[in-house]
C-alpha cells in the first residue's frame, strides 16, 4: 500500500523556520517525484515544491524561492521541506504526494497534512 505521512508543522513567527518530513512507504521511492502542497483556508491548493526522483531536480513556486528548500534522504524514504523567513501568508495546511513526474503526470496518494501556522 502507498503511503505518504507528513510531519514537522506547528506554530510559529514570522521569519521563523520549520522543516517539513514526508514519509514515503509501499513504492520505488527513488524513481518518482515528490510533491508537497499547501492550502489555506478559503483558497485552493496550490503546489508548493517539487523534486523528481529520476534526476533530483527540485521545482519552487515563485512565491517560496529563495525561502524553502526541498530534499530527499533515500535511505529513509523521506522528503524533507526546509521553510525559513516565513511569512503569515505560509500558513496553511502542507500535503505531499506522489506523481510520475512534477509535472505532466497526476498526483496520488496524498498524506493528511500538517498544519503551519505563522504568526505576525
Known amino acids: 500500500e502507498v503511503q505518504l505521512v507528513e510531519s514537522g508543522g506547528g506554530l510559529v513567527q514570522a521569519g521563523g523556520s520549520l522543516r517539513l518530513s514526508c514519509a514515503a512507504s509501499g513504492f520505488a521511492f527513488d524513481d518518482d517525484a515528490i510533491g508537497w502542497f499547501r492550502q489555506a483556508p478559503g483558497k485552493e491548493r496550490e503546489g508548493v515544491s517539487c523534486i523528481s526522483g529520476s534526476d533530483g531536480s527540485t521545482h519552487y513556486a515563485d512565491s517560496v524561492k529563495g525561502r524553502f528548500t526541498i530534499s530527499s534522504d533515500n535511505a529513509k524514504n523521506t522528503v524533507y521541506l526546509q521553510m525559513n523567513s516565513l511569512k503569515p501568508e505560509d500558513t496553511a495546511v502542507y500535503y505531499c504526494?506522489?506523481?510520475?513526474?512534477?509535472?505532466?503526470?497526476?498526483?496520488?496518494?496524498w498524506g493528511q497534512g500538517t498544519q503551519v501556522t505563522v504568526s505576525s
Open positions: 504526494a506522489v506523481s510520475i513526474y512534477c509535472s505532466g503526470t497526476p498526483w496520488g496518494s
